[in-house]
């Protein structure tokens, strides 16, 4: 049976003492609501806070996930950060393939590709995102797309491989703009997703397939989206960053 996530991308915010305070604050609110999450929660932070918090959150149900990692396994590489380095200090997952990543820094599926093999061969669990941007969802060719940047990227995987991946589809359009995906739109695109998946390695694989929505969820509309029948969960932004918000959407779950 798949599993329900509700992953948190913290981006680049919060300094170290600040991200220690939010999960604190998380953890609290979790404790004093005695909830019982019906989700495995997962909090996306940047490299400077993976020891420290994995060590915090040591006695919880929370994972810890890198937002990156390199395409090179070690070398001179400046500045870059390795899997290996990643899974050392305590992260179990790893967020590739972000719209930010391929906007900002020219992610071709190539790279993301290579990163996934090197997460996987560490032990991090790949959350691999996927989506389009406002132009190609107005043209109409946003299933091409999607499809293209999944087959490029993970279709190398052998079956064994592939059950170990989390897929996040992330409507580029929806994402820091305020616009969301409709719970139909979001639907139609995982239900996609999972057909594909289904003609590459199988209707088993394909059904225990994690797939979150990642365009702008917050309280207000977690709910109706969570209960589309493919969409498993969020891979959350902005409303990761204030507890309270993060709390709510994992009790929509």
């Known amino acids: 049976m798949r599993k329900k ?73 400046t500045g870059e950060v ?33 990163k996934i093999e090197l997460a996987l061969k560490n032990n991090l669990t790949p959350i691999f995102c996927c989506g389009e941007t406002l132009e190609i969802r107005e043209n109409n060719t946003y299933f091409k797309l999607v499809n293209s940047q999944i087959e490029n990227a993970l279709f190398n995987l052998s079956d064994e491989e592939f059950s170990k991946i989390i897929i996040a589809y992330e409507p580029v359009w929806a994402i820091g703009t305020g616009l969301t995906a409709s719970p139909q739109q979001a639907q139609e695109m995982h239900y996609n997703i999972r057909e594909l998946v289904g003609s590459k390695y199988g209707n088993n694989i394909a059904h225990n397939l ?34 309270n918000d993060f709390v709510e959407i994992i009790k929509s779950m």
Request: hydrophobic share 35%; with cysteine; aromatic share 6%.
């Open 210 to 243: 994690s797939i979150l929505y990642g365009g702008s969820c917050k309280p207000s509309n977690a709910k109706e989206l969570f209960s589309n029948p493919d969409v498993d969960g969020g891979l959350i932004g902005g409303a990761s960053l204030k507890a």
């Open 82 to 114: 390795s899997a290996s380095m990643i899974k050392s200090v305590g992260a179990s997952f790893c967020i590739l393939g972000h719209s930010e990543r391929r906007q900002y820094h020219a992610e071709t599926d190539e790279i993301i590709g290579k």
């Open 5 to 77: 996530i509700v992953a948190g991308n913290w981006k680049m915010n919060t300094s170290l003492s600040e991200g220690v305070r939010l999960i604190d604050e998380i953890k609290t609110i979790i404790n004093q609501q005695s909830i019982k999450p019906n989700c495995e929660i997962i909090v996306g932070v940047p490299f400077t806070h993976i020891y420290a918090i994995s060590q915090n959150l040591k006695e919880t149900s929370i994972f810890v996930s890198a937002q990156n990692c390199s395409e090179h396994e070690k070398g001179a590489y």
